[in-house]
């Protein structure tokens, strides 16, 4: 590991998985923490922390406000957890307008009624100018566990891979606002609650194996994570993949892996096979989610490895991201 922290320590790929194994799990070594999940679980509550520090604050689709709450509240609904609370401490540079502030909290007001959850702890700190960079948020989320047992460590050849959604959506959105790319297109960040799809799932009675959101990193970090803590291999139909064509017209023309764009509402799903035509149907009754797919199998064939397979026959290894694709991100 390097001597001093660099940006791509926080990308989501292995560069992070690597700071924390070495520097953070070294030295908080516990079982519930090396489960390594979206959120703790502890007895019937599920537990979550994120810290937010998206560049710019306001962006096609969302802004920090509503990325801070839905990525908390994500995180509890990918462990089969209903949001019921939230603490919000914020970090606001000396001189960070009222009226931007207003809106930033506004939207983190609409988003906790989407998920039926409240905000009921909080902090507020203000630092000299060019201290911190306009404004920072952390969220600390509390849910109760609807359905247990759902676990990345769980992945078995008896399930299937779904993608709720169309990937790389925030990745790409929020590059384009970043270097001034004028589009015209509908291209949006993903960002969006998804306790209202996971519900809809449980409620259906679709039995779920493991969910994660693709954040940073996105689907190729979800993928790899869950192969090696699973010990199996997950082979990819890269045609079934659900992408955008504005995605894909952003990574023709910057050379990135939509497989590796951040994403804030777009959830990878293992299920047992009997259930994929099921979850497949209620998942598209969601407007957002009209390209939600099977995408792969859970095999066997090379352990802890993701094989990405093209529509020409030819295979390779879909690896975790590395470097510094995107930072500020979310």
């Known amino acids: 590991m390097t001597k001093t922290i660099t940006l791509a320590q926080g990308n989501g790929g292995e560069e992070n998985n690597d700071l924390i194994k ?20 502890i007895g019937n509550l599920a537990m979550t922390t994120d810290s937010f520090t998206v560049s710019p604050l306001f962006f096609a689709g969302a802004d920090i406000g509503k ?11 990918m462990m089969g957890a209903k949001p019921k609370y939230l603490t919000c401490s914020v970090i606001i540079e000396e ?15 609409a988003e906790l009624a ?29 849910g109760e566990i609807v359905q247990a047992g759902i676990s990345s460590n769980n992945v078995s050849e008896e399930d299937v891979i779904l993608i709720n959604r169309d990937i790389g959506c925030h990745g790409a959105t929020i590059f384009a606002a970043r270097e001034g790319i ?13 306790y209202p799809q996971v519900k809809a799932l449980l409620d259906a009675g679709v039995e779920i194996t493991a969910m994660r959101d693709a954040t940073r990193g996105g689907v190729a ?14 082979e990819v139909d890269e045609e079934k993949l659900p992408i955008s064509d504005e995605v894909k017209g952003i990574c023709e023309m910057l050379g990135f892996e939509a497989t590796a764009l951040a994403n804030e509402g777009t959830f990878v799903l293992a299920i047992k096979k009997g259930s994929a035509a099921k979850a497949l149907e209620i998942l598209k009754s969601f407007e957002v989610c009209a390209m939600a797919s099977v995408v792969g199998e859970v095999t066997q064939k090379y352990p802890k490895k ?13 690896e975790t991201p590395n470097g510094e694709l995107l930072p500020r991100i979310c």
């Open 114 to 142: 989407i998920n039926g959850a409240v905000v009921v702890s909080g902090d507020t700190k203000v630092v000299p100018k060019g201290s911190v960079d306009k404004i920072f948020i952390n969220t600390t989320g509390l």
């Open 67 to 77: 990325l801070a709450v839905c990525g908390t509240c994500n995180d509890l609904a």
């Open 22 to 41: 070495k520097v953070f799990y070294k030295a908080f070594k516990n079982e519930i923490l090396e489960r390594s999940e979206d959120a703790a679980v």
């Open 306 to 318: 993701v094989i990405l397979k093209s529509p020409w026959g030819t295979s390779r290894f879909l």
């Open 221 to 234: 970090a979800v993928l790899n994570e869950w192969a090696r803590q699973s010990d199996v291999c997950i």
């Open 95 to 109: 001189g960070f307008e009222v009226e931007s502030l207003e809106r930033i909290v506004e939207s983190m007001r």
């Open 182 to 194: 004028e589009m015209s297109s509908t291209l949006r960040s993903d960002c969006n609650s998804l």
